[in-house]
């Protein structure tokens, strides 16, 4: 649990920092971080990488317990550090729901024995994720939940969306909103627009989501609680979330890597890894949603990391199950799609996926100032890599194989150890070997 980082450009966000630095882990968090440092620890040498707080995923789903076929803690965590991340919140619609203590100390203690990184559960708020009757919030959150959401199912049922967002505020956590009015959908699988007539499909619109996030908007105003918007994915919720927050609605949100860097244009290839719930949408939203990040109302980037069995995606566009996962592309994707296109600097891209999520969610982590978790992560921004179909993760149901990406995770450290080296996976191409010293 004694590390010590040297030669790396340390970029923190929530200090300020961006300079060339040593970082001094000891018992498993930050000591130092200072200029020319000297330790007996273990070397870890960042020579031309960036080093940054460890990322943190607001939303993950484990699939465990109940779907392992899919993913497990312990797969799923391996995928997280290969992607940078040292922190994830898994959603509760496992089978069964998160919606008791039982499971919630089942996910915590096998993340202990098996997880490669922090694990926080996230409870459901409604008991079987049914929307009819709230799960024991307080229970869960004495257990460790540090938020509760139904996602993949909105709440209906606006009282009892309300009587959550009341107990959660007693609680300290949010209320982590799926917002889908199904009713609009009706079966839809994809974006409703000018590709889903020309490629007849079943739209899934933008005022689905968008009506729901007006509804929850309002409650969270009268309730006073921490209402999240999860994967956001229109311009009408990215205007209605920059109102509430400037008449001081407590209310924040994510977006996606996917919802970012893919529109509805490219289902025409009719690939099922390109489908997922909220759909990608149009260049009008996609635009409306860089500039929600651009501009600050957009809090963090999540990757909605959502592992499917070969099998269940190798079928017809309207037979497959919604989702893809991102927990190890997410930030090359993002640093290709807005750093580099000029959308927002590095350290933008930073706080979203490591020092916001953890301010939103109150998490530990998110920063290198002292004392801190000895979370950090060491990225290649320079050297071009092609997304494979190999993953750390169980699947392989990303719709980014075979692109060229730049901001290869170069390894992950959680609590001080090293967790993922890909050097010690395989040498980069084209550079040299940088290897630990031990």
């Known amino acids: 649990m004694n590390l010590l980082i040297k030669n790396g450009r340390v970029i923190d966000?929530?200090?300020?920092?961006?300079?060339?630095?040593?970082?001094?882990?000891?018992?498993?968090?930050?000591?130092k971080v200072d200029k020319k440092l000297t330790s007996s620890a273990e070397v870890l040498d960042?020579?031309?990488?960036?080093?940054?707080?460890?990322?943190?995923?607001l939303h993950t789903h484990l699939r465990e317990p109940g779907h392992e076929h899919k993913e497990t803690i312990a797969t799923g965590t391996r995928a997280a550090v290969a992607g940078g991340y040292t922190a994830v919140c898994a959603m509760a619609n496992t089978m069964p729901p998160n919606d008791e203590r039982a499971v919630t100390e089942m996910m915590i203690a096998e993340a202990a024995r098996h997880g490669a990184c922090r694990v926080y559960p996230i409870g459901a708020v409604s008991k079987g994720l049914a929307g009819e009757a709230l799960a024991e919030i307080a229970d869960l959150r004495a257990a460790g939940c540090v938020g509760v959401s139904d996602d993949g199912k909105p709440v209906y049922n606006a009282q009892l969306m309300r009587r959550a967002l009341e107990y959660c505020s007693m609680l300290g956590i949010p209320v982590i909103a799926h917002e889908e009015d199904a009713n609009l959908v009706e079966g839809g699988v994809m974006h409703e627009g000018y590709y889903s007539t020309l490629l007849g499909m079943g739209g899934m619109p933008a005022a689905s989501e968008e009506t729901m996030v007006a509804r929850d908007v309002i409650l969270a105003r009268i309730t006073g609680a921490h209402l999240h918007i999860a994967h956001l994915s229109t311009a009408g919720a990215a205007d209605a979330v920059r109102t509430a927050r400037a008449q001081g609605v407590k209310v924040t949100c994510e977006v996606t890597p996917?919802?970012?860097?893919?529109?509805?244009?490219?289902?025409?290839?009719?690939?099922?890894?390109?489908?997922?719930?909220?759909?990608?949408?149009?260049?009008?939203?996609?635009?409306?949603?860089?500039?929600?990040?651009?501009?600050g109302t957009i809090d963090a980037i999540a990757t909605d990391h959502a592992p499917h069995h070969f099998d269940e995606k190798n079928v017809e566009f309207d037979l497959a199950p919604f989702g893809v996962i991102g927990l190890e592309t997410a930030f090359a994707v993002c640093y290709d799609r807005l750093v580099r296109e000029k959308m927002i600097d590095l350290a933008r891209l930073i706080d979203l996926m490591s020092c916001g999520p953890a301010r939103i969610f109150n998490l530990g982590g998110g920063t290198l100032a002292t004392g801190a978790f000895g979370d950090v992560t060491l990225i290649d921004v320079e050297t071009p890599f092609q997304v494979t179909n190999t993953f750390r993760s169980k699947a392989s149901n990303s719709p980014f194989v075979g692109e060229t990406l730049h901001g290869r995770v170069a390894a992950t450290a959680v609590g001080g150890v090293v967790k993922y080296d890909l050097r010690e996976v395989a040498a980069l191409p084209g550079t040299k070997s940088r290897k630990r010293k031990r």
């Open 258 to 295: 996917h919802h970012i860097a893919l529109g509805d244009d490219s289902v025409q290839s009719f690939s099922t890894y390109l489908k997922m719930n909220p759909p990608l949408r149009s260049k009008e939203h996609r635009d409306a949603i860089i500039d929600a990040i651009a501009d």
């Open 46 to 57: 960042a020579t031309g990488l960036i080093v940054t707080p460890g990322f943190i995923d």
């Open 13 to 31: 966000p929530s200090q300020g920092i961006d300079a060339k630095l040593d970082i001094l882990i000891e018992g498993g968090v930050i000591a």
